[in-house]
């Protein structure tokens, strides 16, 4: 069973992102093929990166407590979700951060997108990829964006994400794909883990 940390892209208080979360956990409670743990920056409080050498020198390792606990927890995982939200065109800075403070751990994984805005956080999203792209991840095609009229009919007029069948069925799709290139990308890491056990 693939493992996937689904990450929660916002920490300020009243945010959105717990809306988005909930809906993600039902989805995954009805599947078989993956497993799915919320990683709520909330929880780990990380540091703004302030290291005194990038990590690609030191090997991956940080000198932070914190990063060193967040970036242990990303290296036990198969595959990501990161709930978006989008500031002036942009990711929260919390969420570019939490990439930040991992490196070697991210690398040859699967991640995928459910943002929420005015344009469903496209914007954020799309500079996000560039991101995992450099951390050697394979963000996937399929992404959610919960757009400003879901937004509003959820925030104003108590309707749920369920309400909206194109997003439900978005959630699935995305989840399939995410499982695809999980279990792909898992096993191409255990065969080079393997051989290179092998030539040790």
């Given at each position: 069973?693939?493992?996937?940390?689904?990450?929660?892209?916002?920490?300020?208080?009243?945010?959105?992102?717990?809306?988005?979360?909930?809906?993600?956990?039902?989805?995954?409670?009805?599947?078989?093929?993956?497993?799915?743990?919320?990683?709520?920056?909330?929880?780990?409080?990380?540091?703004?990166?302030?290291?005194?050498?990038?990590?690609g020198y030191t090997n991956g390792v940080y000198t932070d407590p914190k990063a060193?606990a967040w970036r242990k927890r990303i290296g036990e995982l198969d595959a990501f979700?990161?709930?978006?939200?989008?500031?002036?065109?942009?990711?929260?800075?919390?969420?570019?951060?939490?990439?930040?403070?991992?490196?070697?751990?991210?690398?040859?994984?699967?991640?995928?997108?459910?943002?929420?805005?005015?344009?469903?956080?496209?914007?954020?999203?799309?500079?996000?990829?560039?991101?995992?792209?450099?951390?050697?991840?394979?963000?996937?095609?399929?992404?959610?964006?919960?757009?400003?009229?879901?937004?509003?009919?959820?925030?104003?007029?108590?309707?749920?994400l369920n309400d909206y069948d194109y997003l439900v069925r978005g959630r699935a799709?995305?989840?399939?794909?995410?499982?695809?290139?999980?279990?792909?990308?898992?096993?191409?890491?255990?065969?080079?883990?393997?051989?290179?056990?092998?030539?040790?």
């Open positions: 069973m693939l493992t996937v940390g689904l990450i929660v892209g916002s920490t300020r208080p009243n945010r959105f992102a717990d809306t988005p979360v909930r809906w993600l956990v039902e989805g995954a409670s009805a599947r078989s093929d993956l497993r799915l743990s919320v990683l709520d920056l909330r929880d780990f409080a990380l540091p703004f990166f302030n290291e005194p050498a990038p990590p060193e979700i990161a709930t978006v939200a989008e500031y002036n065109h942009g990711p929260t800075a919390v969420l570019k951060n939490a990439f930040d403070s991992a490196f070697l751990e991210w690398q040859r994984k699967p991640i995928a997108f459910v943002g929420y805005g005015g344009v469903g956080a496209a914007r954020a999203i799309e500079a996000l990829r560039g991101t995992a792209i450099e951390l050697q991840m394979a963000p996937i095609r399929h992404e959610v964006n919960i757009a400003m009229e879901p937004y509003l009919g959820i925030v104003q007029a108590g309707r749920s799709l995305m989840f399939d794909q995410l499982v695809w290139w999980g279990e792909a990308l898992k096993a191409a890491r255990q065969r080079t883990a393997a051989q290179s056990s092998v030539a040790a």
